[in-house]
């Protein structure tokens, strides 16, 4: 049994800020966990873009505070993401994050992160295991 907080990793390795500064994620579970899934916190702060394409991941996404504008950059469609709204990156869509205010989300990935991931220049997690050294 795993009980860890985000207080515990605060300011860890699992606490990850993005090399553009528009989020950062605290990382609770983690590749080496070995369960299948990494689940995180992140925030995306207030006035930020931040465009993203997860080609090596499933990514469920849970926001629990804040508003955020979603674009999937494949289709050009647009949703208002609010507390209790998910969505699912089940086809490994582009997308785009307006963040109107500070946003909170609950994410899970499949496969899941080792927690040394950050977005390339087209906005991708390399798929990183935890015998690799990226």
């Not at 916190?41 to 804040?66: D, K, P, R």
């Not at 647009?78 to 507390?83: D, E, V």
């Not at 109107?100 to 040394?116: E, L």
Request: net charge negative.
């Amino acid at each position: 049994m795993i009980v860890r907080s985000f207080e515990d990793i605060e300011n860890t390795d699992r606490h990850i800020r993005s090399r553009s500064g528009t989020w950062e994620s605290k990382r609770i579970i983690l590749a080496k966990e070995g369960v299948g899934f990494s689940l995180h916190e992140t925030t995306v702060y207030a006035g930020t873009e931040t465009s993203m394409w997860y080609a090596n991941h499933i990514e469920a996404v849970l926001c629990v505070e804040g508003e955020t504008e979603l674009t999937n950059d494949e289709t050009g469609e647009k949703h208002l993401i609010t507390p209790g709204t998910m969505y699912l990156l089940d086809g490994h869509e582009k997308h785009t994050l307006r963040a109107r205010t500070d946003s909170r989300f609950v994410c899970v990935f499949n496969p899941p992160v080792t927690g040394r991931e950050d977005h390339d220049e087209n906005g991708v997690y390399p798929l990183v295991t935890e015998g690799s050294t990226a």
